[in-house]
């Protein structure tokens, strides 16, 4: 099943305010902190959800892991996802989503209208060049599942905005690029709220995904494990979420500097039985020494053993991403699979 999924974030691993946001994530146009929120204000069910003011916004790029690592770069884009705008923000004047090349040239940004909720798609940077204008949205301070979609090209681009599985903006056979290439490798997050945000290869799946929750589950148990905890269990070093204190930190971790060294965790249990359409690893990791070291996530699944790419270190805290559609030896996901599924880290040099 290819989902084309490149990225995933439904914000409650975070903790409320704005120091873990600005860890986990590259700053957007306007680089000051404090203004990129964590809250469950800005959930669409209760939980946790983003809040950004005007241009203090953050990019999905190869520093939150996306695609893990830098170098990858994609001719048709979604991004889809819960969001609600803030109104009286200024914000018909701010691009809301922007997509960028590897240069940080805007190829294709939409914007929304505060006050009537009418989108525009525009090409490049600026008002100069608009693509097209969408429909009026109903009730601007409403949540609505919103999907965007970019295929970029000088001349048979195509740009689509949907609004709660409705399409509000058709454009084909459009020039969809500010720059000579025909790619993009990041998107920026700005104004407004956001939950349960997924980034999208289009030109591998192909098809909307429909609206999905983007749902945690942190260790609750060690497996097998070889790597060495600051104190106590295994899992309970790596078991950050919203509640445990997500910031990286230097007293409550897990360290190993063996080459094969892999430690594997158990997870709770799903509640019903929920549609599965992919599961993502996400690991915060540094290094304390002058030699190369790498490592790379891992998942187990009745025997089978899947793992991700292999992700250089740094002094500084980086993110190793790991997405599956398929699970480990077969297609698809189930809440079976799930419940038994296995997920940890492993040294490869």
């Known amino acids: 099943m290819a989902t084309g999924i490149l990225w995933m974030e439904g914000f409650d691993t975070l903790q409320a305010g704005n120091s873990s946001m600005t860890e986990r994530y590259a700053l957007g146009l306007a680089t000051a902190e404090g203004y990129q929120y964590v809250s ?3 959930g669409r069910y209760g939980g946790y959800g983003a809040g950004f003011v005007t241009d ?7 520093r939150c892991g996306l695609s893990d690592g830098a170098g990858t770069t994609w001719s048709h884009l979604l991004l889809q996802g819960g969001y609600r705008w803030f109104t009286g923000n200024g914000m018909s ?7 960028y090349d590897t240069a940080e040239n805007c190829q294709v940004h939409f914007r929304v209208n505060n006050t009537t909720g009418i989108w525009r798609a525009y090409r490049g940077t600026g008002t100069g060049n608009l693509l097209g204008t969408a429909t009026v949205i109903p009730d601007v301070t409403a949540w609505h599942f919103m999907e965007w979609r970019v295929k970029f090209h000088g001349s048979t681009g195509e740009v689509e905005i949907r609004c709660d599985n409705v399409a509000i903006l058709t454009l084909t056979s459009q020039n969809t690029i500010a720059t000579a290439n025909a790619y993009a490798d990041r998107v920026l997050l700005n104004n407004g709220q956001w939950d349960d945000v997924i980034f999208i290869d289009y030109g591998t799946s192909g098809a909307y995904l429909g609206d999905h929750r983007v749902k945690p589950y942190m260790p609750t148990s060690d497996s097998s494990v070889q790597w060495t905890p600051s104190t106590g269990s295994n899992y309970a070093c790596v078991d950050e979420g919203a509640a445990n204190n997500p910031s ?9 500097s063996t080459a094969g060294h892999l430690d594997l965790y158990g997870l709770p249990d799903t509640s019903g039985s929920p ?7 996400i690991t915060r990791i540094s290094k304390d020494e002058a030699l190369t070291r790498t490592m790379r996530n891992v998942l187990k699944l009745s025997g089978t053993t899947v793992t991700g790419a292999t992700k250089t270190l740094t002094p500084s ?8 559609s398929d699970k480990p030896g077969g297609t698809g996901w189930t809440s079976s699979d799930l419940d038994s599924l296995l997920a940890g880290i492993e040294v490869v040099a």
């Open 248 to 256: 990286p930190n230097n007293t409550d971790y897990v360290r190993s």
């Open 275 to 281: 549609t599965i359409t992919a599961v993502q690893v």
């Open 40 to 42: 469950t204000s800005y």
């Open 93 to 99: 004047t701010i691009a809301t989503i922007a997509f």
């Open 56 to 62: 203090h916004g953050i990019w999905i790029d190869s």
């Open 317 to 324: 805290w980086v993110t190793n991403q790991f997405i599956r």
